[in-house]
């Protein structure tokens, strides 16, 4: 895996390291979910063949240097009970701080419009799996507040924007770990030019973003109201130093704002953050 370290002062009582890492996508599926699922499994490891190893990878970096894994979101391709099985033993057998992705709760990938009531067909036996809330989490090291943020559906709820203002109040500094990245003009002409993406896969785009996108985009990524005040709240909260997503399986590095910046960690990535 390629290596990144990517320093940041926030203002901890003592330096602390974290590892960024995201989109491990695991294919595994045995006969127990079907023989439908099986050729899932098989079609989608010739896309994603490198999960375990990379789980492996991560792991002994972790125990190396001592420091938390954080991973942003898709640590499994589709939910099966091998792929779950495999992600229950890494969580357990590592220190994981983990934050949901839209293929948490894929149970066919791309069958259906992913939106509250499908993620909640999987929701409790994935959840099962993590120690830490997947869709909001809080952990504080060294006096700084990791904050897990489950966007992966271009979506911010109620209960996640009063969680999140509640953990300000709390008064640490905030690194935010989420699976999709806040939209920025650079980096959405940087995924839709250089990239040749269809559509932003950008939470909170606006309107000129998603022009000439198929209904289905648009549907998928528009903002409705609580993502847009969530998504400004987080940009105008001194207290949120800087943002940390996946998604997109390549690396990246740019500003929300004039303060604030954001940083896409791709699936080949070990992104090591050195805070202070
Ligand atoms: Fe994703």
Request: net charge negative; charged share 30%.
């Amino acid at each position: 895996m390629n290596h990144i370290t990517t320093k940041i002062s926030v203002g901890a009582e003592k330096p602390f390291t974290l590892l960024h890492v995201s989109d491990t996508h695991l294919t595994l599926a045995d006969g127990r979910d079907g023989e439908r699922k099986v050729r899932l499994g098989e079609k989608r490891s010739r896309i994603f063949p490198d999960g375990m190893a990379a789980l492996d990878e991560i792991s002994k970096e972790s125990k190396k240097l001592g420091a938390p894994i954080i991973h942003t979101g898709d640590i499994i391709d589709f939910v099966s009970r091998k792929n779950l099985e495999y992600a229950k033993k890494f969580i357990d057998e590592n220190d994981v701080f983990f934050v949901a992705g839209n293929h948490e709760f894929s149970l066919y990938v791309g069958e259906a419009f992913e939106d509250e009531a499908y993620r909640n067909k999987s929701l409790a036996r994935v959840q099962a799996c993590f120690h830490n809330d997947i869709r909001f989490a809080s952990r504080v090291i060294n006096g700084v507040n990791i904050v897990g943020i489950d966007d992966s559906y271009y979506r911010f709820d109620k209960a996640q924007f009063d969680a999140l203002k509640n953990e300000v109040r709390r008064g640490f500094p905030i690194i935010l770990f989420m699976h999709c990245a806040l939209y920025e003009e650079k980096l959405c002409l940087y995924n839709m030019k250089d990239k040749g993406a269809e559509a932003p896969y950008l939470t909170c785009p606006p309107d000129k973003a998603l022009a000439g996108c198929s209904d289905y985009r648009v549907r998928q990524q528009k903002p409705d109201k609580i993502t847009q005040e969530v998504t400004e709240y987080i940009k105008d909260q001194p207290l949120i130093k800087a943002i940390f997503t996946g998604h997109f399986h390549w690396d990246y590095d740019g500003m929300l704002t004039e303060k604030t910046p954001q940083y896409v960690t791709g699936l080949e990535t070990i992104q090591t953050i050195e805070v202070n």
